[in-house]
């Protein structure tokens, strides 16, 4: 039998900082600084995360799902709707004014691939019970109300939602796994990974619109209701 003995060093302002480090430290430091602090684009208005109990959408949830869903388009252009994130999975709000890559960063902090899932009429509609049933999530390409916390007057990509066909939806790895307890992603048809992160997406969004003059911007347009 062997006797290990441990000692603890506690880790406080007590200790001196040591220099050596320090600078080996510092330039790496400035390079990430310069390179997260860089302004990218700019929004017309402040953008939050926060919904409410009359109004399942919410500014920045919309901007999200629009921005993912242009993007992924440019890579397949048959995707019928995105749910691109759950709720949670937006982490800060956007500020009105310059936007930087730190924005963007702490927006969406994951690793996320965005991937196409062709699921099933009747998996769609599992995922549109979800929706509901969690009192709206983050869409693109999809209108629906929430009744009895269920959906109904579902239109997808302009087309009344058609349960004997099955439908290509833009969403993450993280999600189509279940993640957040989403449902029905569970048995897809084809699973289609871009090889775009979800982050990458929202970089690549705003960019796109300061390339063309534009500021990023979002509205509350009906896309889910009660």
């Known amino acids: 039998m062997v006797k290990a003995e441990r000692i603890e060093y506690p880790v406080n302002v007590s200790i001196a900082v040591d220099s050596a480090v320090l600078k080996t430290y510092l330039p790496y430091k400035a390079g990430l600084d310069s390179q997260m602090n860089r302004v990218i684009g700019h929004s017309a208005l402040a953008m939050s995360k926060k919904s409410s109990d009359t109004l399942p959408e919410s500014l920045l949830s919309n901007f999200f799902a629009d921005a993912t869903l242009v993007q992924a388009r440019k890579m397949d252009?048959?995707?019928?709707?995105?749910?691109?994130?759950t709720k949670g999975g937006i982490r800060v709000d956007l500020p009105k004014g310059p936007i930087t890559v730190s924005n963007i960063f702490e927006l969406m902090p994951f690793e996320n691939e965005l991937v196409v899932c062709t699921i099933k009429g009747t998996e769609a509609q599992r995922l549109l019970e979800f929706i509901a049933a969690s009192k709206g999530q983050p869409v693109?390409?999809?209108r629906m109300k929430i009744k009895d916390k269920k959906p109904v007057d579902v239109v997808i990509n302009g087309k009344a939602f058609d349960?004997?066909?099955n439908y290509r939806v833009l969403t993450s790895d993280y999600v189509s796994n279940g993640g957040d307890n989403t449902l029905g992603f569970k048995d897809p048809v084809e699973k289609k990974v871009l090889g775009l992160k979800v982050r990458d997406a929202l970089l690549n969004e705003v960019k796109d619109k300061q390339a063309e003059g534009k500021t990023i911007t979002a509205q509350l347009d009906g896309r889910i209701t009660y």
């Open 140 to 142: 693109a390409g999809l």
């Open 77 to 85: 252009t048959a995707i019928d709707f995105a749910m691109p994130s």
């Open 163 to 165: 349960i004997s066909r």
